[in-house]
């Protein structure tokens, strides 16, 4: 199965390729046209994604479940505000986190506080650059307040309901 999602992007490469050398053939000026918006895109793309990349590496190496643990333990808001960081910033699918999150439940962590963490997982910060790109930063900004605030009201509704 994953030779087979392999060779498919390899064709999707290829096709891409093929594409281009028609247009580069037969369309010398829509070549030009379309390699100049490749290439324009790609120069608002990278910082970004070399951005996105540092704070994913630096994450990753400095956020571990037992510092997770210890930082649910304090008391009022910056508990809650650093599930929704931890969640924005934590990388792969939810489903792999599953198992992580039933050992901290089972050492005291609260669900309201779990439900925030996952809630935050949808605020993905490998998406930020080409949200930026083809929205705005503004955009980004105002969407990402909304559903952090989101992920926190569902979190804390979540606490009271299981209480």
């Known amino acids: 199965m994953k030779h087979k999602i392999k060779l498919g992007k390899v ?19 829509l070549f030009l046209s379309a390699s100049k918006f490749f290439f324009n895109s790609l120069a608002k793309i990278i910082p ?16 571990t479940p037992e510092k997770i643990l210890n ?13 929704v ?4 910033l934590s990388t792969g699918p939810p489903f792999l986190w599953y198992p992580l999150l039933t050992k901290l439940k089972k050492q005291g962590l609260n669900p309201g506080l779990i439900a925030t963490f996952l809630y935050s997982k949808a605020l993905v910060i490998s998406f930020l650059p080409l949200l930026i790109f083809y929205f705005s930063f503004k ?3 105002v969407l990402y307040f909304v559903l952090a605030i989101a992920a926190l009201v569902q979190g804390i509704i979540i606490s009271r309901v299981m209480r």
């Not at 891409?16 to 000026?29: A, G, K, M, P």
């Not at 970004?48 to 956020?63: G, R």
């Not at 960081?85 to 924005?88: C, D, V």
Request: hydrophobic fraction near 70%; glycine fraction near 4%; aromatic fraction near 30%.
């Open 11 to 29: 064709w999707f490469l290829i096709i891409v390729f093929l594409i281009y050398f028609f247009l580069l053939l037969f369309n010398l000026e």
């Open 48 to 63: 970004a994604f070399i951005f996105v990349f540092m704070i994913m590496t630096i994450i990753n190496y400095f956020l």
């Open 71 to 83: 930082f649910s333990r304090k008391k009022g808001i910056k508990k809650w505000l650093f599930m």
């Open 85 to 88: 960081l931890s969640g924005i």
């Open 139 to 141: 955009y980004m900004i």
